[in-house]
Each structure stands twice: as C-alpha cells, then as structure tokens.
C-alpha cells in the first residue's frame, strides 16, 4: 500500500513539474512576467519592463550600488556562519553551541533582508504613479537576493 501511494504522489510530481508555465503566455500568475528571459544585466531587463528615464535609470543604479557596498560585508559574514554552524554540527558540538551559531546565521539573515526591502522601498520611490502599478512585482523579483554576490547588476 505504502509503494502505491509512493508511486502515485510522483508521478503527481512528475506531471506537476512536466508543466510548462501553466499552458499559453506569460501572464499565468508570474511575479515578474516582463523580465522573463532576455538579454542584457538586471537594470537593463527592469529599465526595459519599466520604461525606465535616464534619470530613473541612474538613480536606481546608484541605490542599488549604495546598498551592494553595504550587503558585502553581511554576505561575507553569512558565508562564515554558514561555515560555523556545518562544524559545529561535524565535530559533534552539544545542541547550545549549535543554536547559538544558527542565531548568528538568522540575525544576519535579516540584516539581509531589512537591506533588500530598504532597496525596495528606495527603488520604488523613483518611479511614477503609472510605472509603480506594474513596477512593484517587477523590482521586488529584482532586489530579492540581488546582494548575495559580489554585483548585483550581473546574473
């Protein structure tokens, strides 16, 4: 009975993940449909959805560069603690070190996280009443885990 249902549920998984976009264009629920594939760096995929200004463009750029300056840092730091907790765990640390270093990793986490939605926020303010009604979901896919490498403008 247990092989049955194993069986069943993938196959389920395998129709599921068979699916090709949900069947017909790209406006099936995606977050950010207008910067689905195509060439070029982040902003210029967002300057293109957004018909984004020159001054738009620039002061994007410049927000999203402050902040890259200011992720590096956490994103160096998130790579140690990552690094902490996977030896803690391997030489067999009692359960209060491991967790103290897994709360480590979760308040550097949310340093990231706060510095992602600031970005966000700051972003936004730079577009016009009509850019931001299709804009939010555009820039929001953009900034989110934009600063986990070294450029956020390259994929």
């Known amino acids: 009975m247990l092989s049955r249902i194993l069986l069943a549920g993938f196959l389920?998984?395998?129709?599921?993940?068979?699916?090709r976009g949900g069947g017909g264009g790209r406006g099936g629920g995606d977050i950010a449909?207008?910067?689905a594939f195509?060439?070029?760096t982040r902003l210029d995929r967002m300057s293109e959805a957004l018909k984004l200004s020159k001054d738009q463009k620039k002061d994007i750029k410049?927000?999203?560069?402050?902040?890259?300056?200011?992720?590096?840092?956490?994103?160096d730091q998130m790579n140690k603690s990552r690094l902490a907790i996977a030896e803690a765990i391997?030489?067999?640390?009692?359960q209060q070190e491991v967790d103290k270093a897994i709360l480590s990793e979760a308040e550097l986490e949310t340093q990231m996280a706060s510095l992602e939605l600031h970005t966000f926020a700051k972003t936004i303010s730079f577009l016009e009443v009509?850019?931001?009604?299709?804009g939010v979901p555009i820039v929001f896919a953009m900034?989110?885990?934009a600063f986990m490498?070294?450029?956020w403008n390259s994929d």
Request: zero cysteines; glycine letters at 14%; aromatic letters at 2%.
């Open 38 to 40: 195509g060439g070029g």
């Open 90 to 94: 391997a030489a067999g640390k009692n």
């Open 33 to 35: 449909p207008s910067m």
């Open 130 to 134: 009509d850019q931001k009604q299709s």
């Open 149 to 151: 490498g070294k450029n």
């Open 62 to 75: 410049a927000a999203m560069d402050e902040a890259q300056k200011e992720a590096t840092p956490i994103h």
């Open 143 to 145: 900034v989110k885990g």
């Open 12 to 19: 389920a998984s395998t129709l599921l993940f068979a699916q």
